[in-house]
């Protein structure tokens, strides 16, 4: 079978290549490299191939491995043995860029791209590549690289509408405005938020209003980060503290909120200084691949702290991001230390 190649950057195939090139018609490659953020679609693909590619034998040929961790030898060796019963394996690696990053992993897996095992479907699960490097440029070329990024715009929406009435919501296009301007354009947070809808609208035995739906991300605290830093200023711990303290009882970890802290004061940084230069936000949003809805999510901070305020906040945030996997202190006294010191008045 021949496969569609890259030629370009501008033509790296990605998800509706897979989609109608591979997954209607059950003709799956023997390597896939998925790099991008769209986990939610990544995990689409792999569920269709272990449903159409593996058959009676399913269990027994489908082996999932973590990159961060695994051994890249057992990896290859199972890779290039033969499925149980017949018919073809099933092969994933999670993590895939720190996987070839171990001893001599990507020596071996440069050769196996030249003459991968038709038996097995080996699929590279990464949140990016660089297309500079020899091993992306081949891939590319034999048709085995691809790209999955989040839609944006009025592509997300229109998702954003058919997930939803998939599960027999019916959301409009204001409705799925606001779910994008509350999750960002991650596709798996917002299908797990039109799952918890749809759940409970069954219960209700009512539609969703657009303040009920509001109400229910931002009090499941699915928060990409943006209530907390909303009380970031000067004078405010006490606000950001409780916050936290909620945050906190609702099962969240120092590990999982301070890195989520740090990125929106890094990308409120950015956009402060990318509007003081005279960007529209349309377009700084096209020039760091952010979903521009987001960005009222930061104006609070943006007025409250100023592009002065906000660098030497990204100071405090990373040192704090060091101690949490350095120090012996208790990790939330480290992040709540920290939280003191970004509202401490100058």
């Not at 027994?60 to 043995?81: I, K, M, W």
């Not at 009222?296 to 660098?311: E, I, T, V």
Request: charge should be neutral; glycine fraction near 8%; charged fraction near 25%.
């Amino acid at each position: 079978m021949s496969y569609t190649r890259g030629s370009s950057k501008s033509a790296v195939p990605g998800f509706q290549d897979i989609l109608n090139q591979d997954l209607k018609g059950g003709n799956f490659r023997p390597l896939y490299i998925l790099a991008g953020e769209d986990s939610l679609r990544k995990e689409g693909i792999i569920q269709k191939i272990r449903k159409d590619a593996l058959g009676a034998a399913g269990s027994f040929n489908d082996h999932t491995f973590d990159g961060e961790t695994c051994d890249p030898a057992r990896v290859y060796q199972q890779v290039l043995s033969m499925p149980m019963m017949g018919g073809r394996q099933l092969v994933v690696v999670k993590h895939a860029d720190k996987f070839l990053d171990g001893q001599g992993s990507l020596e071996h897996f440069e050769r196996y791209l030249e003459n991968p095992v038709p038996e097995s479907i080996f699929i590279l699960l990464m949140k990016k590549a660089d297309r500079r490097k020899t091993w992306v440029k081949k891939a590319l070329k034999a048709g085995y690289y691809f790209e999955l990024a989040n839609p944006t715009g009025a592509n997300l929406l229109q998702w954003i509408i058919k997930a939803a009435k998939r599960l027999d919501l019916d959301l409009d296009q204001e409705k799925a405005t606001m779910l994008a301007e509350l999750l960002g354009d991650d596709l798996l947070s917002i299908k797990n938020e039109l799952d918890k809808i749809a759940l409970m609208q069954e219960d209700r035995g009512r539609p969703f209003s657009g303040q009920d739906i509001r109400d229910l991300v931002m009090d499941q605290a699915e928060l990409q980060g943006y209530e907390i830093t909303e009380h970031l200023m000067p004078g405010a711990a006490g606000k950001m503290l409780v916050t936290w303290f909620r945050l906190a009882e609702w099962g969240r970890t120092a590990y999982e909120v301070s890195p989520v802290v740090l990125s929106r004061i890094r990308r409120g940084y950015l956009l402060e200084y990318a509007r003081q230069e005279g960007l529209a936000d349309s377009e700084i949003a096209r020039l760091t691949g952010q979903n521009p809805w987001s960005f009222k999510f930061l104006g609070s901070m943006l007025n409250n702290m100023g592009s002065r305020g906000l660098a030497t906040a990204q100071v405090t945030a990373l040192e704090c991001d060091r101690l949490l996997k350095s120090s012996p202190l208790d990790p939330g006294a480290v992040f709540e230390k920290s939280i003191m010191e970004l509202c401490r008045r100058s």
